[in-house]
């Protein structure tokens, strides 16, 4: 059973940084894709970033691009988001997930293609 562990949440002030880590346990990590979503109160939960097993690919969502940075390390079988320019819109639970599938091809960026999830942590991004 393949689980994962978000950590590096908190609470920053508008324009500050934070940086999640999301680790993963109970299978060979470098296979498989990788994404973080987010889900603010009263809204549904949306597409931030993914990246490919590979790492050479990534996407992000355009509220995010230029700000945020996706990233892994398959050694340490930890994907990251490094968050830059926060803003009080920012603020949401944030979670990692991940594929069921090998060696996709594709960027994944609907919560659909993702099979296992973590438990979420929450960033707060006060004005």
């Known amino acids: 059973q393949v689980q994962l562990v978000e950590s590096g949440g908190g609470l920053v002030q508008a324009g500050g940084s934070l940086r999640l880590s999301c680790t993963a346990s109970?299978?060979?990590?470098?296979?498989?894709?990788m994404g973080w979503f987010r889900q603010a109160p009263g809204k549904e939960r949306e597409f931030v970033a993914a990246?490919?097993?590979?790492?050479?690919?990534?996407d992000y969502a355009d509220s995010v691009k230029g700000r945020f940075t996706i990233s892994r390390d398959n050694a340490k079988s930890t994907t990251y988001l490094q968050m830059n320019s926060l803003k009080p819109e920012d603020t949401a639970v944030y979670y990692c997930?991940?594929?069921?599938?090998?060696?996709?091809?594709?960027?994944?960026?609907?919560?659909?293609?993702?099979?296992?999830w973590g438990q979420g942590t929450q960033v707060t991004v006060s004005s």
């Open positions: 997930a991940a594929t069921n599938r090998a060696y996709t091809t594709v960027i994944l960026t609907t919560s659909i293609n993702y099979d296992y």
């Open positions: 109970g299978r060979t990590f470098s296979s498989y894709a």
């Open positions: 990246i490919r097993w590979s790492g050479g690919s990534v």
